[in-house]
């Protein structure tokens, strides 16, 4: 028996419970899916939202900053997603597919499904999925013990499954753009996989936060034997946004990866990525962007569960006013998984006296032929470098903005596409350009 | 074009004197250089002339066409037509050499009201100016002299200083880490930029650049003064007698 006194709930946590009580009834999917929320419901509910004493939220706060839980978002119509998604500009008219999901579901009449089946990618609604296929809810290791997973798992309102078939190469990347046509919290979830030897560029938007609601996303990929995987994410906006990236990696597939919380409120991206096929690497980048009084965590965690794989971390952060930056990285190499080879880094660039940023990086190795390190830095813009670009004529403002990109550019150029480099550059340009 | 007054200057807090009364007035069209033992100073008076914040002058003036440069931004300096060629060149990662070259021409013409240069108009202009340094596209497409050998960052330097066609170069020891064939590919880089209106300083340590780019002038600074001047030959002297004769002199 859980002997854990919790004298008191939050006034948020009691909302939440009383959201899940009105909510079970309309659950979609098997009795074992239900019997999944429902315990995944509870789990959550022993633990209460994180806080400061839980290692793993100990500098995200988020019981301290969910003073309250909005109602659960409800369904717009088509021409209310369709509003919400052209007000959405992030890829420009980079050539693309588009799966939306607009207040917490699939929107099928804006998606390209139809387009995607030619390819060989199925899309299929998640409410439809949970009552047909068993374990869509499932969490690995090294994420069960989260508990914004479990809220997840217990309020999910929908998402899409993807799958992309065996040996699938599809010919454009494929944009899951999250939008809101309306005002509460979404809680939304997207199982990606990629079969044997496909190959697949997905982009996750998140446009979606609204002022005053939380989001809670769910982006959980299986990644198959000898796929290629390259990712880019960003998540944005005013709101309060947790966002979980689970990923299992299948033997000799490769990923690339990035994730920018870029502006956002409160914005926390953890990833849980577990090797479960020998010969994988996976190079995974972070892109922190805030000022104000604004908050980013990325939290990671890689899981090294089979031998003679290799992991690349690189995190960058550039924090400004009063914001703070958090950067939260786990390396674990199983007592098997010899010839690990895992470099975490991680770099901060103050921009003001107030800024601050906490680095957390941390390696549990129990095998003994393996190569892991880490390093982190923090400090502010280079004087020398500073005045080279003036001493060439360029004003402080335009040089210290050209000093930001290219400390930024350094992760950003790594993911090779031209197009989906120089969307996420024109973003960051976005950014830096609305400051004072 | 050049007018230093009586110039005293020291680094930031410490308080001593690096510039102890500089004079020194450089016509347009003339090439002056300014020779000296280590530690005399030359480097401070090239970074004070650029605009570097690390140095507070106490005392004296610097005049550029008639106006006072004490209070310019090293921008506004730069915009105004000073360029001043780096000893040590800064590696500048994530900013690809042709869009950093690209922003500075622009953001100087921009400063003197000048209309910007349409890509394919400074395409055809850098092309032109690299060919004749040896540069070659792939250097221009890399981060600003990240891996450049030393070689490359003094063409860099003079690649730069061609596109922006200045009034005033200033070079610091340009010649330091380049090999006989560099130097050559530098000083000829140099020669084709001398014109009537163009004035040169030439910071330097040995006499061997001056080989290659003749000056008209030739300074001894030593001990933050200017104690010698004279024409070329002066140069010669001192490559034969080193340096003892001004040490001495100055204190």
């Known amino acids: 028996m859980n002997m854990e006194t919790r004298s008191l709930k939050t006034s948020a946590e009691t909302e939440l419970a009383s959201l899940f009580d009105g909510a079970r009834g309309d659950f979609a999917g098997s009795d074992a899916v239900r019997k999944r929320r429902e315990e995944a419901f509870s789990a959550f509910d022993k633990r209460g939202l994180p806080h400061r004493r839980v290692e793993e939220y100990k500098y995200s706060d988020i019981r301290a900053k969910l003073k309250s839980a909005s109602a659960l978002v409800a369904a717009g119509t088509d021409g209310d997603a369709k509003a919400a998604l052209d007000a959405v500009a992030t890829y420009g008219d980079l050539e693309r597919y588009r799966i939306v999901i607009d207040n917490g579901r699939l929107v099928t009449g804006l998606s390209d499904i139809g387009a995607l089946k030619g390819e060989g990618v199925t899309v299929s609604d998640l409410n439809a999925a949970l009552g047909e296929t068993d374990g869509l809810l499932d969490v690995s290791t090294i994420a069960a013990a989260d508990p914004m997973i479990m809220l997840n798992t217990a309020l999910v309102l929908g998402g899409a499954v993807v799958r992309v078939g065996d040996g699938v190469e599809v010919s454009r990347p494929i944009e899951i753009v999250y939008t809101a046509s309306a005002t509460g919290a979404r809680y939304t979830r997207c199982r990606i996989e990629l079969g044997k030897g496909a190959k697949a560029t997905i982009l996750e938007s998140f446009e979606d936060d609204v002022a005053e609601a939380e989001g809670n996303a769910v982006s959980d990929f299986v990644i198959g034997d000898e796929a290629k995987l390259t990712l880019a994410r960003v998540v944005t906006g005013e709101a309060t946004h947790v966002s979980s990236v689970l990923m299992d990696i299948g033997a000799s597939a490769e990923v690339k990866a990035i994730g920018f919380n870029m502006g956002t409120d409160f914005a926390r991206t953890q990833s849980f990525v577990t090797f479960s096929g020998e010969h994988s690497n996976a190079s995974l980048y972070g892109i922190t962007m805030v000022r104000e009084k604004q908050h980013s965590d990325h939290t990671l965690v890689v899981d090294h569960k089979v031998p003679n794989c290799e992991s690349r971390e690189r995190f960058k952060a550039v924090i400004d006013d009063f914001a703070e930056g958090v950067f939260q990285g786990k390396i674990i190499v199983r007592p098997h998984a010899q010839k690990t080879d895992g470099r975490m880094m991680t770099q901060a660039l103050l921009l003001s006296e107030d800024a601050s940023m906490a680095n957390k990086p941390e390696l549990e190795i129990f095998a003994d032929d393996v190569q892991c390190a880490h390093g982190a830095t923090s400090g502010q813009i280079d004087e020398d470098l500073l005045f080279y670009l003036r001493a060439r004529g360029i004003p402080e403002a335009q040089a210290r903005m050209l000093l930001v990109l290219a400390f930024l550019a350094e992760a950003v150029e790594e993911m090779e596409d031209e197009g989906i480099v120089s969307a996420l550059e024109g973003r960051i340009r976005d950014w830096l350009s609305v400051e004072e | 074009m050049l007018e230093i007054k009586n110039l005293h200057a020291h680094v930031g807090d410490d308080e001593t004197e690096i510039l102890r009364g500089v004079n020194l007035t450089v016509k347009p069209g003339e090439v002056h250089a300014i020779m000296g033992p280590n530690g005399s100073g030359k480097s401070t008076l090239s970074y004070i002339l650029a605009g570097k914040d690390d140095y507070e002058v106490t005392e004296g003036d610097i005049l550029f066409n008639g106006e006072s440069m004490l209070e310019m931004e090293p921008d506004e300096r730069a915009a105004a037509g000073l360029f001043l060629a780096f000893q040590y060149p800064i590696e500048i990662p994530g900013v690809a050499t042709m869009t950093f070259l690209k922003t500075a021409l622009n953001a100087q013409r921009k400063a003197r009201g000048e209309g910007e240069l349409s890509t394919p108009e400074f395409m055809k202009k850098v092309k032109e100016k690299a060919a004749e340094l ?52 530098v000083a000829d880089g140099v020669n084709r930029l001398r014109s009537p209106d163009r004035a040169m300083v030439v910071i330097t340590h040995y006499q061997r650049l001056l080989d290659h780019i003749v000056p008209d002038v030739v300074h001894v600074l030593s001990r933050g003064r200017i104690v010698k001047t004279g024409g070329k030959e002066l140069a010669l002297e001192l490559e034969k007698n080193g340096y003892a004769d001004y040490v001495g002199q100055a204190a």
């Open chain 2, 134 to 185: 040896n540069i070659t596209m792939d250097m221009l497409k890399r981060p600003l002299n990240v891996g450049f050998s030393g070689g490359e960052k003094k063409r860099s330097e003079i690649l730069q200083m061609s596109l922006l066609e200045p009034k005033l170069c200033i070079m610091d020891e340009t010649d330091s880490g380049l090999d006989i064939d560099a130097l050559k590919i």
